[in-house]
């Protein structure tokens, strides 16, 4: 990662914590990705030649940078969804910024709605917004899902009740070996060899 992007990214976790400090409205809150968490799943990402990655959770797009950033030697290509209309165009800006937005599909509304209507398949898929509705966006993603894919999830060790029924719907699947690394706010790891 050159100099540029690597301030760039800095400069986003600051600004991003600086604005949640700020204010009480979980919806005006950026909830960007620890650094450590977003250094190892693009780790992840680029060691395993990711192309096809379904981001629930844009915010600004701090995340989304690492990962278009990741997949971008594989010729990859991220889709992102975001229920809030002001924070996508926050990330539009900041992926122009960082020279990937031509590497990120933008879409905004309710995560589950959309995910319902794309098409797959996906090798990569990164959970990161309401925990509540993961669920739900697994059991529609799984017919959209490569053979060979990683299932991430955020904030497994600080929101245990909240990603609960996620962990409980990964465990139900057969094919996929799973794990909890505790970095950052705790990242689930599932994956599924083809």
Not at 5 to 27: I, M, P, V, Y
Not at 76 to 84: A, H, P, Q, W
Not at 159 to 186: N, S
Request: charged share 25%.
């Amino acid at each position: 990662m050159d100099t540029n992007l690597r301030t760039l990214l800095n400069e986003l976790e600051n600004l991003g914590k600086e604005n949640d400090a700020s204010t009480q409205d979980r919806r005006k809150k950026m909830l960007n990705l620890e650094p450590e968490t977003a250094q190892l799943l693009s780790m992840f990402v680029r060691g395993s030649r990711r192309q096809r990655l379904l981001e629930i959770g844009t915010s600004n797009g701090y995340s989304t940078i690492w990962l278009a950033w990741s997949v971008q030697a594989a010729g990859g290509y991220v889709t992102s969804i975001d229920r809030e209309e002001d924070k996508q165009k926050l990330a539009d800006a900041n992926l122009r910024r960082a020279g990937l937005r031509d590497a990120v599909d933008l879409i905004s509304g309710d995560a589950t709605e959309v995910v319902a209507s794309l098409s797959g398949p996906f090798d990569c898929v990164f959970f990161d917004a309401d925990r509540y509705s993961a669920p739900a966006q697994l059991a529609l993603l799984l017919p959209k899902l490569s053979g060979d894919v990683f299932l991430f999830a955020d904030n497994a060790l600080s929101h245990p009740g909240e990603i609960a029924g996620y962990l409980t719907a990964l465990e139900a699947l057969p094919d996929f070996d799973r794990l909890i690394v505790p970095v950052g706010k705790g990242l689930s790891v599932a994956y599924r060899h083809g």
